[in-house]
């Protein structure tokens, strides 16, 4: 059995960037993520692009204020989510219109969801947790006071 030279192919290629932030005044970061592609925006409303903004704004904070920094790990994890945040609230909307649950349980937003907000260590119960103390003489103090109680 032959494979097709061409396999036909349902997927639009990246080409355009969207308008990045221009950094103020200090040292740079030493790796910047490249914008969004100009492609995704453009094939949202404007409701989801606030959305999807919002989303991406709240969680690069909630990780900030969690860990001082974000990583571009972190960040790529973010995006990804609130992708995926988009998508969920287009199945909702589709849900609710036409009655017809849809469910694909590994495949589902929702999933894809959760999987990229505890890559980023994002989850409410990561977010309830204190944060690991890096230092030894913290840990030192923290094992003692474990043992005293």
């Not at 790796?31 to 989303?55: C, R, S, Y």
């Not at 972190?74 to 909702?92: K, N, P, S, T």
């Not at 969801?113 to 913290?138: F, H, I, N, T, V």
């Amino acid at each position: 059995m032959s494979r097709p030279s061409n396999p036909p192919m349902n997927v639009t290629p990246m080409s355009e960037a969207s308008e990045t932030k221009k950094r103020g005044r200090g040292r740079p970061a030493n790796l910047e993520m490249p914008p969004v592609p100009q492609a995704i925006l453009d094939g949202m409303t404007e409701l989801e692009q606030a959305h999807f903004e919002h989303f991406r704004d709240a969680y690069t904070e909630a990780c900030k204020k969690r860990y001082g920094k974000i990583t571009p790990t972190a960040e790529i994890g973010i995006v990804q989510a609130a992708l995926d945040y988009i998508h969920l609230w287009r199945m909702q909307i589709e849900q609710i219109q036409t009655g017809k649950l849809v469910s694909q349980a590994r495949q589902h937003p929702g999933t894809s969801l959760r999987a990229w907000l505890q890559s980023a260590g994002l989850q409410e119960k990561d977010m309830m947790e204190p944060a690991k103390q890096e230092d030894e003489k913290s840990a030192n103090r923290a094992t003692l006071l474990s043992l005293s109680s």
